[in-house]
T-cell receptor, first 113, second 112 residues
């Protein structure tokens, strides 16, 4: 009965590869997010989708492409991975009436070698 | 953009002690959120504050929404070893309820 789940938990890959991270929420929320947490633990929003529509797109390289097939899923595809992409990526979700309260998944630790 | 200044950056305390951490901003926030992140896990919401002056408790945790709407604090009473983790303050910024700005976190270590 996990609220926000992500797969995989760990991802180790070579530079130049393409990889995807999947996220699902069973909370019935309208909005989903991708965050990046760097080595200093700073959390920064990357993207947000509301009812499958992109509403936040921060300054992120266009090698990163989010896709929301439905309200409960938000995937993140990364092309041509670089060393600097190594980080922990968190998915989150929120209800439109929730006044900003967001609920986070367990994270995906991406390591690019 | 709006920034949140969270302090202290880290704390080392003995089990049983009380802890206080705070967040300040140069801009007004309409919601203050406090999260805790355990190692290898995602941030978990501890307390949400929606009104200036609001004081809310969750077990041994108490948080307050500052009257100026530019600050918030989190207190933990009678700390226990499982309180170890990183505590983040956060709030919606840029006039949008969707875009959360996070503080840089307070790393709490509790010595048994």
């Amino acid at each position: 009965d996990t609220a926000v789940s992500q797969t995989p938990k760990y991802l180790v890959t070579q530079m130049g590869n393409d990889k995807s991270i999947k996220c699902e929420q069973n909370l019935g929320h309208d909005t989903m997010y991708w965050y990046k947490q760097d080595s200093k633990k700073f959390l920064k929003i990357m993207f947000s989708y509301n009812n499958k529509e992109l509403i936040i797109n921060e300054t992120v390289p266009n090698r990163f492409s989010p896709k929301s097939p439905d309200k409960a899923h938000l995937n993140l595809h990364i092309n041509s991975l670089e060393l600097g992409d190594s980080a922990v990526y968190f998915c989150a979700s929120s209800q439109d009436s929730g006044q900003g309260t967001q609920y986070f998944g367990p994270g995906t630790r991406l390591t690019v070698l | 953009g709006q920034q949140l200044n969270q302090s202290p950056q880290s704390m080392f305390i003995q089990e049983g002690e009380d802890v206080s951490m705070n967040c300040t901003s140069s801009s007004i926030f309409n919601t203050w959120l406090w999260y805790k992140q355990d190692p290898g896990e995602g941030p978990v919401l501890l307390i949400a504050l929606y009104k200036a002056g609001e004081l809310t408790s969750n077990g041994r945790l108490t948080a307050q929404f500052g009257i100026t709407r530019k600050d918030s604090f989190l207190n933990i009473s009678a700390s226990i070893p499982s309180d170890v983790g990183i505590y983040f303050c956060a709030g919606p910024s840029g006039g949008s309820n969707y875009k959360l700005t996070f503080g840089k976190g307070t790393l709490l270590t509790v010595n048994p």
